[in-house]
């Protein structure tokens, strides 16, 4: 089922031993565009401190009851590692919420879960605090260039739109999947060009983003996407709308083929 991300937010997030907090924003993977962490307010519980959980441990969502369970406990949440909500998260601090949580990362297996920073029978406390250091030096010496690939759906939210020809809009919100948490659309405001018109992009179409001047380039025309399946946002997406879309953004040369 697609659902809209901002329609989520103030979900209850529900441990197996009682409540957390509240959803709060989205971090996705730009390269992949799936959903990869939720950030969680946890309110009076830790004082206002905002937690990462990753979406693998989200249950089904309650529409109903507006609520997540999650296969945590509020002890196991507690006790993760601290999260600065206002600053880039890192691909050495995911490596360590996924080591926290005993998870392979979602970029490849075996890295943290063969102990990058792990504990060995017999460590004491401070060789393992030093073990720790080192190879958080090392890494982020290894990877200081690195592109960040994490992005928030609150900042993400009203970037500019650029279509091959000229612009057309800004995001709007994101439509995605609640079984593997993948982007299908963006939801599109053109108001600023084509007044009372609403449309979907496929992330696909995301030519390249520039993050510093808050702008996606698309590899489609205006006209495309003037033409493209009429969205009415109070109607649920089903599979026929999905491949109707499919089929309109198949790229010119190919579609005599398909």
């Known amino acids: 089922m697609l659902i809209e991300a901002s329609d989520i937010k103030g979900f209850t997030i529900a441990a197996t031993d009682g409540g957390i907090g509240t959803v709060t924003d989205f971090l996705f993977d730009d390269e992949s565009w799936t959903l990869r962490w ?67 990362p979602y970029w490849g297996n075996g890295f943290y879960m063969g102990g990058y920073g792990g504990w060995s029978a017999g460590m004491s406390e401070t060789h393992y605090a030093d073990a720790r250091r080192r190879q958080d030096e090392s890494y982020e010496a290894q990877h200081r260039d690195d592109d960040l690939h994490l992005r928030s759906t609150d900042a993400v939210t009203g970037y500019n739109l650029q279509a091959t020809d000229g612009a057309i809009g800004h995001i709007e919100g994101f439509l ?27 992330p696909r179409s995301a030519k390249s983003i520039l993050w510093s001047e808050n702008l996606v380039n698309l590899d489609v025309d205006r006209q495309t996407v003037m033409d ?31």
């Open 176 to 202: 995605i999947d609640d079984t593997d948490w993948t982007i299908h659309f963006l939801t599109v405001d053109t108001k600023n060009w084509w007044p009372g018109k609403h449309v979907l992009i496929s």
């Open 38 to 104: 939720i950030v969680v307010e946890t309110g009076t519980w830790l004082s206002g401190r905002k937690v990462l959980l990753p979406v693998s441990v989200l249950g089904h969502p309650d529409a109903d009851a507006r609520s997540f369970p999650v296969r945590l406990t509020m002890a196991k949440v507690k006790d993760s590692p601290a999260f600065e909500a206002h600053e880039p998260v890192s691909r050495q601090h995911e490596e360590r919420m996924y080591g926290y949580y005993s998870m392979s």
């Open 228 to 258: 493209s399946p009429a969205y009415d946002p109070s109607v649920a997406v089903n599979a026929e709308f999905e491949a109707r879309m499919a089929r309109h953004y198949i790229p010119a040369d190919t579609k005599a083929s398909v």
